[in-house]
């Protein structure tokens, strides 16, 4: 009987052992320009925060922000969700979500200013609390900055084992005359993204979306 | 000075060249015979060496399959006993249910007969008997009147009566004629009872007949394999290989039918155990729905070899019925629940799916149309997840013929690898000693000059010194069949040294 006891403590710890304490969930951290012109795109970011509600799985961690004059807050948080284990809560939790998320860009309004940077590091501050295996930080932007008089955005980024990736890169008017500008204002965003040891990508063509897990 | 110039021994570079060659041929013919020593000790080192593993290998391969050759009979002889013993059972299930009542049909039988003679008995022919006073009338009735009426009205009358008697005993023979009819007509069921009981009896003894044929047969296998024939090991050899491909590919099947059960379970298992957990790199839901099916597949085990179907546990069949009975209740009792819980996991699935479906639709901003409301596939999904773990419990009868073949077919690959190694390592031997001998042959015609010269110089073009072709060919005393014994090897290694 002893035997059997020490045999079957033996099975416990060698379980337990074997259970994997890496989290291997994905936390996705989504801003949203709610500047100026951009504004009008927000449909557009619906459609993409519909893909992500279908493609995350239960323990997932989801959080949408807006880019505003000041981004560096929780209450530019417009919606955050970690799903459920479960797959059956893990549902009725998307479909809230999305409802939140429809709320939202019906009511929306324009901010005279564009912090990136301060979402930016809001969402390393959210993803790192999650503690997500993969973290995402996805900026649906035209990567045009514009911070109010006296607000400073010059700490660079910690960004380990993150991918940043910008979607709908739109082009501004001054883009189409010197596109240089625009092609500056991506490489901007991509060395400061690399320099903080993340992984950059973009995407703009909204029916390559699988790409963002992907690459 | 240069290598170059000290190369030029004289002016003209030709006869430089020219006595560079004869010095160097001169060389070689003197190093000829310790060259030729040193390449033929050193083929022969390679070719023994190599002869010798191969030996070691053959001897292996003989030894393995003396092994193989064991296991199979002793399979077969199990396997024979296992045949014989169940003939046995069968022809004893045969004689209880068929002789138990024996007895009882012969009492019936005796009963039936013992009827039959009374109503023989009864129903004989007994002639009618006419009253004694019958002659003396009609011998009055004889006697001729003279025409006095009283007289003959007196002869009419006793006419009359003996007519009347006559009438009455006829009528009395029918009567009882009829009534013997009727015995020989009650008579028929006896009769049909009797024949019915002595078929049933010839019937059981045609099928112990038959039984014991069978049981010959069997004892005439067991014969032969316990004989260690040839004959019987070719038929288990076959018989063998035979059952692992088709225990291999019902194996197959079966695990075609876990995958498919698997994935019956495995997204409603993550409602039960959560589906961001892991167990390594596995999901902890797989991993437990992988488990049910393991345990379900335990238990059909337990259930097989509980009624002696299987023996791949020899303390289970060996337990007494009392036990096993109990065996068989509680392992068929658990695997009914554990089908109860697949089939209500089949019906979880397919709601998680339903609302899946229903929110990916919503996501996609499409109105919810054709998601399907007909419980057919339900139900299809829940009769799979209650049968599916039933049929896997049958796995337990292929999988033991796979372990038992495998044995045997496995250690017959085994040895037919060894063969094909020994084999390769004779031919890297033969290879390697005739290397030796063809770059000797390729040595002597590099100096073909000097041997010529050498030739001609000692008169005895054929003689080659001392250095004969018997010792150049002198093969290896080593045996090239399998060495069995220690001592064996023992000595043809001193005879090597």
Known sequence: MKKFFALAIVLCILIVGCTDTKSRSTGVYMLLDTSGTYAVELEKAQKILNYLLGVLAPGDTLAVARIDTG??????????ISFDDRPSVANNQKRLFMQQVDKF????????????????????????????????????????EELAKGYKRDIPFQLPAFNVIALNVTKLRGDNIDPKEYMARVEDWRSKVEKGGGEWGMINDLERLNNIFTN | MTVANMLNLTASPALSILIWIVLFLAALYFARRPFHRAMMSFSKIIYNA?????????????????????????????????????EFDRIGASVTRDLEGYPNVHRQVSEVITKLDEDYNESADVPPSLPNWMPIIESIAKIKHTGDSMVANMLAEINRSLNDQHKKAIEDYRNSTASRHAILNKMMPFWRKLEKSLTSISKSITNIKKRSKTVDHYMDEYEQIRSKSDRAARALSTSSLTQFAIAGLVLLIAIGGAIINFNLIALPMSEMVGGASYIGPYKTSDVAGLVIILVELTMGLFLMESLRITRLFPIIGAMD???????????????????????????????????????????????????????IPTVGQMVMGFILPFALAFVAIPLESFVSSSRTVLGGLVAWLLRIFAFLLRLLGNIGFYAGRFIVNIYDLAIFPAIWLEGIILGTRGKKGAFSDAEILEDSPLVEEAVDSFDKTLQIKEHQE
């Open chain 1, 71 to 80: 981004s560096f807050s929780e209450k530019d948080i417009v919606a955050k």
């Open chain 1, 105 to 144: 860009v019906s009511s929306v309004k324009g901010s005279p200013y564009t912090d990136i940077s301060g979402g930016i590091l809001q969402a390393i501050e959210y993803l790192n609390e999650a503690g997500s295996g993969k973290k995402y930080v996805l900026i649906f932007s035209d990567l045009k």
């Open chain 2, 50 to 86: 190599l002869r010798f593993t191969a030996a070691s290998v053959l001897s292996a391969e003989k030894r393995l399959t003396q092994r193989n050759r064991e296991v199979l009979m002793t399979a077969g002889l199990e396997n024979a006993e296992r045949m014989v013993e169940r």
């Open chain 2, 321 to 375: 019925d009392k036990m096993r009975r109990h065996m068989i209740v509680i392992t068929f009792t658990l695997l009914a629940i554990l089908a109860g819980v697949e089939s209500a996991l089949a019906f979880m699935r397919d709601r998680i799916a339903l609302d899946m479906q229903a929110l990916r639709q919503t996501l996609a901003g499409a109105e919810q149309i054709g998601l399907s409301t007909s419980m």
